[in-house]
């Protein structure tokens, strides 16, 4: 009887994640839709495991939020934004991609907005504590069909507004404990002939590998490359105090840093997807980067970093089925800001209809 009414509950749900229709979430969210917060893109992955229509094909006229339900002092606002949607979405919620554009599946539809224009939206209050109404409504422009057997739903929300008030307001949300192997970055060497530090995102098989450099100096040429450990290192003459070569190259990008001095005009390099293959955790995948200070390269204008590691994670517990990255801050475009800053193993809670 016990699993027959858990069925059938289930199969009465609105929300996605499924069972949340009278349920007050355990945590909130804030990027995005909080009136005082800075422009934010923000992502959410959920699995066909949370899905209330389970693996039939549904169809979505429109998607709902509702207001946290355990303060009252939230601030009625409005915010611009545009709302995507795709299936089959490359990561899961246990291991998502960092790279918005590679997160989405090949179906990806603006939803909500245009291309010319985000839509408007009205955020409202809730007017007693717990599970308030799904009053922040989220009408489609057209119908979005999630196909049968369809491994995930991926919803991009880009909001474009911030406001200097003093204000709050999260949107109801789900938090799964869980812990994170998110994988390691090592180095080892010396720097030559001063340091440049490598950073990376959180890495594991089937997500985005994104590695940064800090080149201490605005407008110059940064490369980076990928390989494997040398077992002893390479002299480089012409190098600023003979560089030693600790990595060997199989793969070379270059970049020009550019003007914002935060982070010692640190410079991205996004080296796709990696296989989705799980004896890759653990794996290790060395890198390192040279910064040209003059236009030529051969006056010993080539300085060059300690060598890296990165060491693939495995994600989240297998029990996340459900989760969120995003990037929110005053240098954050909506539209062009390509990566993730952050990711949490909550869910939003959506009414679906």
Known sequence: MGALALTAHAQASLTLPSGFDTVEGNNGFWAGFDPSAVPARAGFYFDQAVFPWGTKAHTIHQLAIRVDGTSLAYTK???????????????????PRLVFDTAHGRDRTLVVGSPSAPATIQFDVPTKRGPAPFSVVLKLNQAFVVPANA???????????????????????????????????????????????????????????????????????????????????ATL????????????????????????????????????????????????VGIQAAVVKAPNPFLGAVGISRG??????????????????????????????????????????????
């Open 308 to 353: 890296y590691e990165v060491v693939l994670g495995g994600g989240y517990d297998s029990k996340v089925q459900a989760s969120m990255i995003y990037a929110a801050g005053v240098t954050v475009n909506p539209d062009t800001t390509s990566r993730a800053e952050f990711l949490s193993s909550r869910a939003l809670i959506l009414e679906v209809r």
């Open 237 to 284: 003459p012409g190098t600023q105090g003979a560089c030693d070569l600790y990595v060997f190259p199989r793969v070379v990008v270059g970049r020009v840093s550019g003007t914002d001095s935060t982070n010692q005009y640190e410079t991205w390099f996004e080296w796709g997807p990696l296989p989705n293959d799980e004896r890759l955790v653990g794996a290790r």
């Open 77 to 95: 606002h409005q915010k611009r934004l545009r709302v995507f949607l795709s299936t089959n979405a490359g990561g899961t919620a246990r291991r």
């Open 151 to 233: 491994r995930n739903l991926f919803l991009e929300i880009r909001t474009y507004d911030a406001s200097p008030a003093t204000a709050s307001w999260l949107a109801d949300a789900q938090f799964t404990m869980s812990g994170l192997s998110g994988g390691s970055i090592t180095n080892f060497g010396h720097p030559c002939p001063i340091d440049y530090p490598i950073d990376a995102l959180a890495a594991w098989p089937g997500g985005d590998l994104v590695t940064s450099c800090r080149p201490k100096s605005p407008g110059v040429p940064v490369i980076a490359w990928l390989g494997e450990k040398l077992p002893a290192p």
